[in-house]
T-cell receptor, first 112, second 116 residues
C-alpha cells in the first residue's frame, strides 16, 4: 500500500520565522498532491495543491515544492504566525480516482 | 458558500450499541467521502460515492459498517454493533466533480465517536 511519511513529527518554530515541512511518498504513480492543515477539533483544511507536471507552486505565504525524482515534496510557510499551529498532512493521490493517501501528519508549534 | 455539514459533533456510546452519522456535502458536489481518523493518525478512506453510487468501499468493515447516499446528496454512515476500536473522528468530505483525479476534497468538522 501507499507509504507516506513525514521526516519530523513535531516542528517548533519561532513566530515570524519560516517553516519547512517535508514529506516523502512511495507511489511513483501519484500525480496529484495536496497539503492539508488540521487544527484541533476541526476537519482538514485545504492549503495548496500541486500536479506532477509542476515542481513549484506558490500561494499566500505558502510554497510547495515537488521533486518526483526522489518522491519528495515540501511545504514552506513564510513568516509563521500563531494561527499556523496545527497538524499538516501531505496527501498524494493513490490512483486516478481522486483517492488520497494521508500520512500521520506533522505537528507545527509556533512559539510566540 | 456553506461548507460540508456533519452531525452530531460528538457521540458517546457503549460497545455493541449502534450509531449513525449524517453528512450534507457542499451543494452541487458529485463525490462524497467518509474517512475514519484515529487519534494521532491521518484520515483513512472508508467509502467513496459518486452521486449515489459506490466507487470504493474496499476499506469499509462491511460486517459492521454501512453507508448510503440516497438521491446523491446527503449521506449516512452507520456502525452496528460498535467496538472499542471504532473510537475515532469520522470525517465527511466532498468534491465537485466525478471521476476526476485532481479535484479538491473539502472536509466537514467531523463527528467524534467514543465507544466505552
Amino acid at each position: 500500500g501507499e507509504s507516506v511519511g513525514l521526516h519530523l513529527p513535531t516542528l517548533s518554530v519561532q513566530e515570524g520565522d519560516n517553516s519547512i515541512i517535508n514529506c516523502a511518498y512511495s507511489n511513483s504513480a501519484s500525480d496529484y498532491f495536496i497539503w492539508y492543515k488540521q487544527e484541533s477539533g476541526k476537519g482538514p483544511q485545504f492549503i495548496i495543491d500541486i500536479r506532477s507536471n509542476m515542481d513549484k507552486r506558490q500561494g499566500q505565504r505558502v510554497t510547495v515544492l515537488l521533486n518526483k525524482t526522489v518522491k519528495h515534496l515540501s511545504l514552506q510557510i513564510a513568516a509563521t504566525q500563531p494561527g499556523d499551529s496545527a497538524v499538516y498532512f501531505c496527501a498524494p493521490s493513490r490512483d486516478g480516482n481522486n483517492r488520497l493517501a494521508f500520512g500521520k501528519g506533522n505537528q507545527v508549534v509556533v512559539i510566540p | 458558500e456553506a461548507g460540508v455539514a456533519q452531525s452530531p459533533r460528538y457521540k458517546i456510546i457503549e460497545k455493541r450499541q449502534s450509531v449513525a452519522f449524517w453528512c450534507n456535502p457542499i451543494s452541487g458536489h458529485a463525490t462524497l467521502y467518509w474517512y475514519q481518523q484515529i487519534l494521532g493518525q491521518g484520515p483513512k478512506l472508508l467509502i467513496q460515492f459518486q452521486n449515489n453510487g459506490v466507487v470504493d468501499d474496499s476499506q469499509l468493515p462491511k460486517d459492521r459498517f454501512s453507508a448510503e447516499r440516497l438521491k446523491g446528496v446527503d449521506s449516512t454512515l452507520k456502525i452496528q454493533p460498535a467496538k472499542l476500536e471504532d473510537s475515532a473522528v469520522y470525517l465527511c468530505a466532498s468534491s465537485l466533480l466525478a471521476g476526476v483525479d485532481t479535484d479538491t476534497q473539502y472536509f466537514g468538522p467531523g463527528t467524534r465517536l467514543t465507544v466505552l
